[in-house]
C-alpha cells in the first residue's frame, strides 16, 4: 500500500546525524559530562511525589516561572517546548505556513531550513561572508529586501561556532516587518546573549535549550523568551499537555545545580581553548568558536578522509565536507580532557 505524501515534502528526508560503534563520540555537542549525581538522586525522590493518573499541568506554571526568574523576564514571556526544536517548530507554526517566508544566513544550523519546509514556509537564503561572519549592514539591507515572517540568527552559530555581532541583530530587528529569532542553544559558551534584548514591544525571540550547557539531551527540553503576544500565539498552536509531568519537575530541579552547571561549561571552555591552541599548531584552517564545539578545515587532505581515519581510530566527529560553504569542514565536540586527548592525537595522525 502506498499513499502519495504531500508533493511539496515527497523527497524529504529526515535529519539525521551518521552514527557509528566508536570510543569517543564527539559529533552532536553534547555535555560530555552528566548532570551531578544529586540531581538525579532530588528527580528520583520527586518523581515519587507525582500522580501519574492526573495529566501534567499544561501551562507548565512552575517551570515556566523558574526558568522567568533565571532570565528576570516575566513567565507569559517564557514558552517550554519539548527540545528547543520543537520551540522553533511551534513558532512556525504559530508564524509560517503558505505564503510565508523565512531568511536564514548559510552556512547555519540546517533545523532553521528544515522545520520552515516542513510548515510550508517558503526559506529564502542569503551567504555569509567568507569568515563566516555577518555585516550589520548587508544583513539590514537583505531583510529589507526579502521582508521575511522570521529572520534567523543563531549565536554562536552552529556549525562555525562564531557568535553573532550584536549590532546584527540590531540591523535585522530595525528593518524586519516579522520577528527575529536569535537561537542561543549554546548561548551560555558564549560572551554575549541576547536575551536581555527582548521586550513586549520589540520582535526579538530568544531560544535556548538545556541539551547542551545544562548537560540533559536526553531530558528534551528547550524554551523561548519571548514577547507575551508570541508566547501566546505559540501556546495556541502546541498540543495540549505536550510537557510530561517528570520533565517539568526535572527542569525546576535543574536550577538548583546552577553552580554545577556553570562550573561543567567553565571547564568545556577551558578544554575548547586546548583544542583551538592544538589545532593552530596543525595543518588546518580553524574558526574562533565561543560554543562547544570547533569548526576546522584539513589543508591537504580531504575532510571525507580524515573523518574516516578518525574513525578508523575510533573516533566520531561531523563530517560536514558536503554541506553548502562548507567545503572539507570538520566539527568536533569538546569532549572530556581524555577524549580531547585522544582526538588531538588521532588527528595529527589522520593528517600526516
Ligand atoms: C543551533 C541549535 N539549535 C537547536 C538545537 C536543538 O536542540 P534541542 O536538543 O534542544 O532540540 C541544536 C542542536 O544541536 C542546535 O545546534
Redesign the pocket.
Known sequence: MTIDRRPDLSRMKGYHSAQVEVDVRLN??ESPEPPPPEFGAALARAVTEIDFNRYPDRSATALRAAIAADHNVRPDQVFV????????QCLLLAFGGPGRSVLVFEP??A??THIPEITGTKVLTETRNEDFTLDPATVGAAVAAADPTIVFL?S????TGLIEDPAVLDAAAAASQGLVVV????GQFSSWSAVDRVNDDDRIVV??????TWAM?GL???YAIAPSSVVEAMDAVVLPYHLDVVKQAAGVLAFDFRGAMEARVARICEQRGRIMAALTDLDVDVWPSQANFVLFRPRRVAGDVVWQRLVDNSILVRNCSSWPGLDGCLRVTVGTAEENGRFIDALKGALA
Open positions: 552532536t555537542n517546548g519539548n527540545g528547543s526544536n520543537e520551540v522553533l547555519t544550523y533545523l532553521h543563531c554562536p552559530n552552529n556549525p537561537d542561543e542553544a549554546y531560544v535556548r535549550t538545556f541539551s547542551k539531551a528534551r527540553l528547550g
